[in-house]
């Protein structure tokens, strides 16, 4: 289980897309706390979007720029509704396992890609008012390393997930699960603090970022090499190195 500060941290991004985009309504928020450690303290769908609005008025933003911020978030969700269906997707990757076409799946999806990066894109440029001149540094790195994902996961149109899929990467992953969090938790849980969150932490990439994100890398990999199949490990490794490049982490050698 993810310990408490990094949970609260996911829960709140999780919490915040959904306020913004405005489909609040279509989100069992007691389900969700039901699956959580009791003592996880999870800021209610008023206090994100107030966190949200003081993230605007704290980088001294326009009026409006909240607003635009919220919409442009729900035209996000609603593009990436329109790009795939998650149910749909899951049952078209199960069809294909047995006759070795989920390349042709992932194919599919990969030529969409291009859309979902002009959206990503739109409403990243909508949210720029409400970020502080370091958080725009990362706001533009973010991006690349968003494009960088992609283009490693479709690869050849989709090649490598494939494989990934093919080759026992879900089952190595649950098969680890616990110790992959203990990853996460080792690197990245320090940045969100023990108490309540009474605001969004700011995101930024320097030399300590780059740092715990090599750490993750190399436990992440580590754990996963545990597995029967090698063929998880090393394109977990292969993303790591892909991800980096051209991001601020660039020059911060990996394993």
């Known amino acids: 289980m993810l310990n408490g500060k990094l949970l609260c941290f996911v829960v709140l991004a999780f919490l915040a897309g959904v306020t913004m985009a405005d489909v609040s309504n279509q989100i069992d928020v007691d389900a969700i706390r039901e699956r959580l450690p009791a003592n996880l303290p999870i800021p209610s769908m008023e206090e994100v979007e107030k966190m949200l609005r003081d993230k605007c008025n704290g980088a001294g933003a326009p009026a409006d720029a909240y607003d635009n911020a919220k919409e442009a978030a729900k035209t996000f969700v609603e593009c990436g509704q329109g790009l795939i269906d998650i149910e749909q997707f899951q049952q078209e990757v199960e069809a294909a396992k047995p006759t070795g076409d989920l390349d042709t799946v992932f194919n599919k999806y990969c030529r969409k890609r291009s859309t979902l990066i002009e959206c990503v ?104 090499e545990q597995c029967n199949e090698s063929t998880p490990a090393n394109l977990v490794e292969s993303l790591f190195r892909y991800i980096r490049k051209g991001s601020p982490c660039a020059n911060n050698a990996g394993r």
């Not at 616990?178 to 990245?188: K, Q, R, W």
């Not at 320090?190 to 740092?211: A, F, M, N, R």
């Open 121 to 224: 894109n739109t409403f990243a440029n909508a949210v720029d008012p409400c970020l502080e001149a370091d958080e725009k540094v990362f706001k533009t790195s973010g991006l690349d390393i968003f494009k960088n994902l992609l283009n490693f996961v479709c690869h050849k149109d989709g090649d490598q997930i494939a494989l990934f899929i093919a080759e026992q990467g879900p089952e190595c992953f649950l098969e680890q699960k616990n110790d992959l969090v203990a990853c996460f938790n080792e690197t990245f849980s320090g940045y969100v603090p023990d108490t309540s969150l009474t605001s969004i932490p700011k995101l930024v990439i320097g030399p300590k970022q780059c740092e715990d994100f090599t750490k993750l890398q190399t436990c992440m990999v580590r754990e996963l």
